[in-house]
């Protein structure tokens, strides 16, 4: 049974930090993908960044490009995103999510490429 469990969302002032986490279990965790997501209150679920299983291939969203990390530690079956410079309208539920991938190099922006989500955690930015 394939389980995420999000962790270190949290209320930041704008131009704060956080990272995120994301612990696997239930996996193949070094060659599947991973994604992040957010949702903010009103609003379709959007994609932030995702992770090859390799870590050879990134790509992040426009609006979080310079500012947001994403990595992984295979051997701990976590990935994770770590946020920097965050603005208000950053705030949102952030969700990770994973998929059975057809090679080590691969990934996805589209949420209908994952397989599997966590519950999410909340992150709020103040002005």
């Known amino acids: 049974q394939v389980q995420l469990v999000e962790s270190g969302g949290g209320l930041v002032q704008a131009g704060g930090s956080l990272r995120l986490s994301c612990a696997a279990s239930g996996l193949t965790f070094s060659s599947d993908a991973m994604g992040w997501f957010r949702q903010a209150p009103g609003k379709g679920r959007e994609f932030v960044a995702c992770i090859s299983g390799s870590g050879g291939r990134i790509y992040y969203t426009d609006s979080v490009k310079g500012r947001f990390t994403i990595s992984r530690a295979n051997a701990k079956n976590t990935v994770y995103l770590q946020m920097n410079s965050l603005k208000p309208e950053d705030t949102a539920v952030y969700y990770c999510?994973?998929?059975?991938?057809?090679?080590?190099?691969?990934?996805?922006?589209?949420?209908?490429?994952?397989?599997?989500w966590g519950q999410g955690t909340q992150v709020t930015v103040s002005s």
């Open positions: 999510a994973t998929g059975v991938s057809p090679s080590y190099d691969s990934t996805s922006k589209e949420p209908s490429y994952y397989d599997y």
